[in-house]
């Protein structure tokens, strides 16, 4: 069943188009990653999808429901979140507050979403009481994931988690992810890192000048050499 | 020396209160409010009006508490005067504020802007009560007691840094402990996350609005009680606020308590070698002097 829906979207910033008629759909428990060069426009789809940028042409749909054009703010409580790239932490909270932060909207008792994120992130579990801005990049990378999974949403769109990370931690990483995925969340996940990625992806995306140039598994992918030269540096 | 001390602490206790609100502000909204000192102004003002003309129309008796200078009357005007200022402030973010930051103003205009609205209240103030320094209980001074090392201090300075205290404990609570003061912190570490995730920045605005137009209210009231009113007190403030908060680190409530203190103390201070009308610029010397070591104020923040 089909989770989220991109249709011929078109988006940029002021009058310059970065992102020129994409479509891409995701299904329930997949993993489908976005990949391609340097400005390629992967976070600008994904800013679009989740509403921070207003799309000139197509629509986006979460669950049958169209939320083009609504707010982020508006889109979090309809069941997808978001990780951006870079300051996706609160750094002069705690880890325990970050999560907290995630779960804002959440009137309930949510303290059983809380230990199931400590469940999945144990390293983050000890140093609860610890300030953000004190962690390394790694486990940043880990609570600003928590955060995003406080509202147990269907859709998780993660712009490029293993960007400046040490290649034992994009190992980890990327390992999360698939155990975010089991836990039945769908992802979209935008990375430099193209072959790992891939091969943790159901289908891969690849997006070249706006443009999406490629679609197929990510096993296909991987085996395309073209694509592979063309996209993934040979 | 002692004396000027502890007076520079009661001074500074009052700077602190005025100088939370801005950092708080500041911090989430990168908002350098220039109308800050006018709604201690405005708070003093309030609870003039209500002390000396509602309350007594009302029939509410002139008592004074012990050996203080006041009674039931400003014990009934000081949390009127914050609710009204706290509420006046989020109105001039509604109608001038917000419009010009949905219209994504840079900070020279809104700088400005917050300008023209510290003149406007003076104004008002000024047409209101006239020019004169006035008193909410003209007459002599209560008898200071005495402490050691010479120190004489009025019952009511101990009275007014027993409030700031309380004050800042339950900011310090509400802050750390309760669900929109934690997002107030958030939102002041990075708004476009806070929205990310759901956080309704506007209600946070609106209470940082609220919390800092009641300190600063709490500010101008004790102030008044301290020394007496001016239309021009807040105004005077607001150069010692503004370098209490950068010295604290702009956007550290913490640190702006300090600052505050720092201010209050090497203002009264200075007035044992120095005249009083040098005062201001003794804060800005401490400040530099400070911020030649610590670019980002003693405890750290945002760059200035």
């Given at each position: 069943?089909m989770?989220?829906e991109v249709?011929?979207?078109?988006?940029?910033y002021?009058?310059?188009?970065i992102?020129?008629?994409?479509?891409?759909?995701l299904?329930?428990?997949?993993?489908?990653?976005?990949?391609?060069?340097n400005?390629?426009?992967?976070?600008t789809?994904l800013?679009?999808i989740?509403?921070?940028?207003?799309?000139?042409?197509g629509?986006?749909?979460?669950?049958?429901?169209?939320i083009?054009?609504?707010?982020?703010?508006?889109i979090?409580?309809?069941?997808m979140?978001?990780?951006?790239?870079?300051?996706?932490?609160?750094?002069?909270?705690?880890?325990?507050?970050?999560?907290?932060?995630?779960?804002?909207?959440?009137?309930?008792d949510?303290r059983d979403?809380?230990?199931?994120?400590?469940?999945?992130?144990?390293?983050?579990?000890?140093?609860?009481?610890q300030?953000?801005?004190?962690l390394s990049?790694?486990?940043r990378?880990?609570?600003?994931?928590?955060r995003?999974?406080m509202?147990?949403?269907k859709?998780?769109?993660?712009d490029?988690?293993?960007?400046?990370?040490?290649?034992?931690?994009?190992?980890?990483?990327?390992?999360?992810i698939?155990?975010?995925?089991?836990?039945?969340?769908?992802?979209?996940v935008?990375?430099q890192?193209?072959?790992e990625?891939?091969?943790?992806?159901n289908?891969?995306?690849?997006?070249?000048?706006?443009?999406?140039?490629?679609?197929?598994?990510?096993?296909?992918?991987?085996?395309?050499?073209?694509?592979?030269?063309l996209?993934?540096?040979? | 020396?002692?004396?000027?001390i502890?007076?520079?602490i009661?001074?500074?206790?009052?700077?602190?209160?005025?100088?939370i609100?801005?950092?708080?502000?500041?911090?989430?909204?990168?908002?350098?409010?220039?109308?800050?000192?006018?709604?201690?102004?405005?708070g003093?003002?309030?609870?003039?009006?209500?002390?000396?003309?509602?309350?007594?129309?009302?029939?509410?008796?002139?008592?004074t508490f012990?050996?203080?200078?006041f009674?039931?009357?400003?014990?009934?005007?000081?949390?009127?005067?914050?609710?009204?200022?706290a509420?006046?402030?989020i109105?001039?973010?509604?109608?001038?504020?917000?419009p010009?930051?949905?219209?994504?103003?840079g900070?020279v205009?809104?700088?400005?802007?917050?300008?023209?609205?510290?003149?406007?209240?003076?104004?008002i103030?000024?047409i209101?009560?006239?020019?004169?320094?006035?008193?909410y209980?003209?007459?002599?001074?209560?008898?200071?007691?005495?402490?050691?090392?010479?120190?004489?201090?009025r019952?009511?300075q101990?009275?007014?840094?027993?409030?700031?205290?309380?004050?800042?404990v339950?900011?310090?609570?509400?802050?750390?402990?309760?669900?929109m003061?934690k997002?107030?912190?958030?939102?002041?570490?990075?708004?476009?996350?806070?929205?990310?995730?759901?956080?309704d920045?506007e209600?946070?605005?609106?209470?940082?609005?609220?919390?800092?137009?009641?300190?600063?209210?709490?500010?101008?009231?004790?102030?008044?009680?301290?020394?007496?009113?001016?239309?021009?007190m807040?105004?005077n403030?607001l150069?010692?606020?503004?370098?209490?908060?950068i010295?604290?680190?702009?956007?550290?409530?913490?640190?702006?308590?300090?600052?505050?203190?720092?201010?209050?103390?090497?203002?009264?201070?200075?007035?044992?070698?120095?005249?009083?009308?040098?005062?201001?610029?003794?804060?800005f010397?401490?400040?530099?002097?400070?911020?030649?070591?610590?670019?980002?104020?003693i405890?750290?923040?945002?760059?200035?």
């Amino acid at each position: 069943m089909m989770v989220l829906e991109v249709r011929n979207l078109t988006s940029g910033y002021g009058e310059t188009d970065i992102l020129q008629d994409v479509s891409m759909k995701l299904d329930e428990n997949e993993i489908v990653s976005i990949i391609g060069p340097n400005g390629a426009g992967k976070s600008t789809l994904l800013k679009t999808i989740f509403g921070i940028l207003k799309p000139r042409q197509g629509f986006v749909r979460l669950q049958d429901e169209e939320i083009t054009g609504l707010s982020p703010d508006r889109i979090v409580r309809k069941g997808m979140s978001y990780v951006p790239q870079v300051d996706n932490v609160f750094p002069s909270l705690t880890i325990q507050e970050n999560l907290e932060m995630g779960a804002f909207v959440r009137t309930d008792d949510y303290r059983d979403r809380l230990q199931e994120m400590y469940d999945l992130f144990p390293l983050l579990k000890d140093r609860r009481n610890q300030k953000v801005g004190n962690l390394s990049g790694g486990q940043r990378q880990m609570v600003a994931m928590g955060r995003a999974l406080m509202l147990d949403p269907k859709v998780l769109l993660l712009d490029e988690p293993s960007a400046s990370l040490a290649p034992m931690l994009v190992e980890m990483i990327f390992e999360k992810i698939v155990d975010i995925n089991k836990t039945g969340v769908a992802i979209v996940v935008v990375e430099q890192n193209a072959r790992e990625t891939l091969k943790i992806s159901n289908r891969g995306c690849v997006l070249s000048m706006g443009r999406k140039v490629f679609e197929d598994t990510g096993k296909a992918i991987l085996e395309n050499e073209e694509v592979g030269k063309l996209y993934l540096g040979g | 020396m002692p004396e000027l001390i502890v007076y520079g602490i009661v001074l500074g206790s009052i700077i602190a209160l005025g100088a939370i609100g801005l950092t708080l502000v500041y911090g989430i909204l990168r908002f350098a409010n220039f109308a800050h000192g006018d709604l201690l102004t405005t708070g003093a003002y309030i609870a003039l009006f209500l002390v000396t003309g509602l309350f007594p129309w009302l029939g509410i008796p002139d008592t004074t508490f012990g050996s203080l200078s006041f009674g039931w009357r400003m014990a009934l005007a000081f949390p009127i005067a914050m609710v009204c200022v706290a509420m006046a402030s989020i109105l001039f973010d509604r109608i001038l504020y917000r419009p010009l930051r949905k219209k994504r103003s840079g900070p020279v205009i809104m700088a400005m802007s917050a300008l023209g609205a510290s003149f406007i209240i003076r104004m008002i103030v000024l047409i209101l009560w006239g020019a004169d320094s006035l008193f909410y209980r003209p007459g002599v001074l209560r008898p200071a007691i005495e402490l050691p090392l010479e120190i004489k201090i009025r019952p009511d300075q101990i009275l007014i840094l027993l409030t700031v205290l309380s004050l800042v404990v339950i900011l310090y609570l509400f802050l750390q402990r309760t669900k929109m003061g934690k997002a107030m912190r958030a939102t002041a570490d990075n708004i476009e996350l806070a929205r990310v995730s759901g956080i309704d920045t506007e209600r946070v605005i609106i209470w940082t609005w609220g919390i800092g137009g009641a300190l600063a209210a709490a500010g101008g009231v004790l102030y008044g009680i301290d020394v007496q009113l001016h239309p021009y007190m807040g105004w005077n403030f607001l150069l010692p606020l503004f370098a209490a908060t950068i010295l604290g680190g702009i956007g550290n409530m913490y640190g702006a308590l300090i600052g505050g203190l720092i201010m209050g103390v090497a203002q009264q201070v200075s007035t044992a070698y120095l005249l009083p009308t040098y005062k201001p610029a003794i804060a800005f010397i401490v400040m530099i002097l400070i911020l030649l070591f610590r670019p980002r104020g003693i405890f750290g923040g945002r760059r200035a």
